[in-house]
């Protein structure tokens, strides 16, 4: 690669004009229509002195003009039929009344940072706690472009440990229900705990509306806000519980206004004018296969990218290692402990970092709503008729938004490792030495183009930020890589 012939890309000031002119266009006003609001749960801030929330972020919320807030909630929800399952049809209430008392937690900006929307993630329980792996991603973002961002747990698994891990703090909780079928499913008859988490839906709509609402003034939840719109987020095993919601309850309740999914959404129905964005990375893509988007939906998919990332999982262990909630065979472990045991290599996890792409799916949703302009079209990994994903001759996988950690690494890295799950979908990465990396870039020019090279072309595209695709170029710029 010529370094001189794209040293002009490495201005930061024209670099941000490009990419802003793509991404700012369009114009018109929303098309989601407005419907009457669902009921709200009933939020109380928790007080329990000596006990500290579970899994509350590490980062320094101060330090971002932040503050912090845990609420029990409460109400009476539903149970919904013909929801999940894959299912593109319009749920129907089942019955309702179930009582419910969970909690959920809110990070609130000052009212002049607030720009005006709510982030709300379905927490990810796979672990066997509750965690917050869509914001481990965007988390930078969300707290730098003043978002209201809360934190919901909406599913048996995650209740129950937060009960087990301080009784003191979440006695009572609870978001079970007795009346299942025999397969342990959402049925009508029998005793045994329902498996498949029948009220999770309505308790998210139920507290969504409640934030959403910020009714009662100085001791509102989010005091001094006011909510213009809400977009719903999650990652892996949550992100697949909101891509049911959007097929089959948002249009029952007609709470959120756009969707933004991190790894292993599948199918959504084309007929909502509802925004939504699937960010796909290539270790999942292996087992969600490539599907049809709309008018109102994306898939980008990340080459290189793991089902959490490098900087996603660093976020993780830092709320692990503080809580100690991972319980190893020994005592207590980090979420990347419990990843290397079915590791064919070590360390875990690729340096592509995805969360540059779904910080801006996130931010592209809340255009689209605000706006009426588009998001970037769709970009899909190669496929062969058979569905496999094409590779280049080095293994490299064809298509996908190919971010500057993939195409300029300072790594030896692969989306694969091995094929037993967690680890299976979780990578690997070895990096390079100072002398590998003069071999590969030849000097630190080179390597400072082919960054620039890549970064603009995804900014330019509307698949990262352009301050994002700035502050990557001034990294490599930074670097002693290749020097």
Not at 55 to 70: I, K, N, P, Q
Not at 140 to 169: D, F, H, I, M
Not at 336 to 355: A, H, N, R, S
Not at 425 to 439: A, C, F, N, Q
Request: glycine share 10%; aromatic share 8%.
């Amino acid at each position: 690669m010529n370094t001189r012939r794209l040293r002009w890309l490495a201005a930061p000031s024209l670099v941000l004009a490009t990419a802003a002119a793509v991404q700012g266009c369009g114009g018109g006003g929303s098309d989601t229509e407005a419907v009457p609001g669902p009921p709200t749960a009933v939020l109380t801030a928790v007080n329990v002195p000596g006990t500290t929330p579970m899994s509350a972020t590490a980062v320094d919320l101060a330090a971002a003009g932040y503050t912090a807030r845990e609420f029990y909630a409460e109400g009476k929800a539903n149970r919904y039929a013909g929801v999940g399952g894959g299912s593109l049809q319009t749920a129907t209430v089942r019955d309702g009344g179930w009582a419910y008392r969970t909690r959920v937690m809110v990070r609130t900006p000052a009212p002049a940072k607030f720009n005006g929307t709510l982030v709300v993630e379905w927490t990810n329980v796979t672990v066997g706690a509750d965690f917050e792996f869509a914001n481990a991603e965007a988390s930078a973002y969300l707290l730098r472009e003043g978002y209201a961002v809360a934190v919901v747990s909406a599913q048996r698994v995650g209740v129950e440990r937060l009960k087990t891990w301080s009784p003191t703090r979440y006695a009572g909780l609870s978001v079970d229900v007795t009346a299942c079928g025999a397969d342990g499913t959402s049925g009508t008859t029998g005793t045994s705990l329902c498996t498949d988490d029948p009220l999770s839906f309505d308790i998210f709509t139920q507290i969504t509306q409640a934030l959403k609402q910020n009714a009662g003034g100085s001791s509102a939840p989010m005091p001094g806000l006011v909510v213009e719109d809400v977009i719903a987020i999650g990652q892996s095993q949550s992100a697949f519980r909101l891509q049911s919601y959007y097929n089959g309850v948002q249009p029952l309740a007609g709470l959120i206004n756009g969707f933004a999914y991190w790894d292993m959404s599948n199918q959504l129905r084309s007929d909502q004018r509802v925004p939504a964005i699937s960010v796909q990375s290539e270790a999942f893509a292996v087992l969600i296969p490539a599907w049809t988007t709309s008018e109102f939906t994306r898939r980008w998919d990340v080459a290189g990218a793991t089902h959490a990332s490098l900087y996603g999982s660093q976020y993780i262990d830092a709320i692990v290692a503080r809580d100690q909630s991972i319980i190893g065979p020994a005592g207590p472990i980090s979420f990347t402990q419990w990843i290397e045991p079915t590791c064919t290599t070590l360390p875990p996890f690729t340096k592509v970092d995805v969360g540059l792409v779904f910080s801006n799916a996130i931010d592209s949703v809340r255009r689209w709503i605000r706006t009426g302009a588009p998001a970037a079209p769709s970009i899909n990994f190669e496929r062969d008729p058979s569905g496999a994903l094409v590779r280049e001759a080095d293994g490299k996988v064809r298509g996908g938004v190919r971010l500057a950690q993939f195409t300029a690494p300072t790594a030896e890295q692969a989306a694969p490792n091995g094929t037993v799950f967690p680890c299976g979908i979780s990578g690997w990465h070895r990096d390079y030495t100072p002398s590998e990396l003069k071999v590969l870039y030849g000097d630190h020019g080179n390597y400072v183009a082919m960054v620039t090279h890549a970064m603009v072309q995804a900014a330019t595209d509307g698949y990262i930020l352009a301050t994002d695709a700035v502050a990557a170029i001034r990294d490599a710029e930074n670097s002693d890589v290749a020097k």
